[in-house]
């Protein structure tokens, strides 16, 4: 590199070094960028150093480093107290941590109001997928499309960017969204394993079954969503509401014969009855949207 050489790789500041924050900076130390950390337990942010990480004293000391901030702390109130006092104006605000899209929209607010752009961030990867491009691991980004476009380079070398919107709030809608859904299948998986557990079934046999049939099945996702716009709810439907209530009481009854709680199972299986017993037999399950709207009303 000459002396007139610009270095094209951007210096940030990272607030917060556990496990994904540590998982982070290393991925941005490895490919060249100046990082400068700083952790609540200072401990933690020490073997960075050793890696080429400048460690800060202070939060406020870390901010007033790079215009890029990077912050992935426990909840929005740690973010809350480590930017208390720190000098805002001027920086790019990257909050990676985990939370609500009602605390995403109030956190851009809160820092929009001290004179910095800010994007809200939504980590769909656990530590170990940082830093391996085929992981498939990546993140929601939501908030200021001119900061996201601007550093959008940097924001992709730990793990693939994804942006989800000018809302603020977006980011954490479809991380939360997403892990939901994950929630329920885990549930299925849960309660497909414990029927077969009695039994003389290898699990390591079985979960292949399993995992081909979540696949497959994963694919009515695109119906609800086509029925959804249309507003039509019994397009397409090839297994109806009706038909699958019926079907309902052969799963209970085969659980009750293997000696397994069907609590995972009947929470959905009563939305389901409601929807039918509504007069609505001939849809599939999107109607049950309908119903966990009203529920929280």
Not at 2 to 25: E, K, S, Y
Not at 224 to 232: F, N, P, V, W
Request: with cysteine; proline share 5%; aromatic share 6%.
């Amino acid at each position: 590199m000459t002396d007139n050489a610009v270095d094209p790789r951007t210096p940030l500041t990272l607030l917060g070094t556990g496990d994904m924050g540590t998982a982070l900076a290393r991925a941005w130390l490895a490919a060249g960028h100046p990082v400068t950390v700083w952790n609540r337990t200072a401990s933690r942010a020490e073997p960075l150093a050793a890696e080429g990480a400048t460690v800060a004293r202070t939060a406020a000391e870390a901010v007033a480093a790079n215009r890029l901030v990077v912050v992935c702390l426990l909840d929005d109130a740690s973010v809350g107290e480590a930017l208390d006092g720190a000098l805002l104006a001027g920086r790019d605000l990257v909050n990676l941590t985990t939370g609500t899209p009602g605390e995403g929209r109030s956190r851009a607010a809160w820092a929009e109001a001290r004179g910095a752009r800010f994007l809200d961030g939504g980590i769909m990867a656990v530590p170990p997928m940082i830093g391996s491009p085929e992981s498939g691991g990546y993140v929601f980004y939501s908030g200021s499309p001119e900061l996201f476009e601007e550093h959008r380079d940097t924001l992709a070398v730990p793990v693939g960017a994804r942006f989800a919107g000018a809302d603020p709030g977006f980011a954490a809608l479809h991380d939360v969204a997403l892990l939901s859904a994950m929630s329920g299948m885990f549930a299925g998986i849960t309660h497909a394993f414990a029927l077969i557990r009695p039994e003389d079934i290898a699990p390591k046999d079985f979960a292949p079954l399993l995992v081909d049939w979540l696949t497959a099945m994963a694919q009515a996702a695109h119906q609800t969503a086509g029925q959804l716009e249309s507003g039509d709810y019994t397009r397409g439907v090839a297994s109806s509401l009706a038909m699958q209530v019926a079907g309902n009481a052969t799963l209970l009854r085969t659980a009750e014969e293997q000696r397994v709680s069907p609590e995972l199972l009947t929470p959905y299986m009563a939305l389901m009855e409601r929807r039918l017993g509504q007069g609505h037999g001939d849809e599939g399950g999107t109607g049950i949207i309908e119903l966990l709207k009203e529920g929280a009303q």
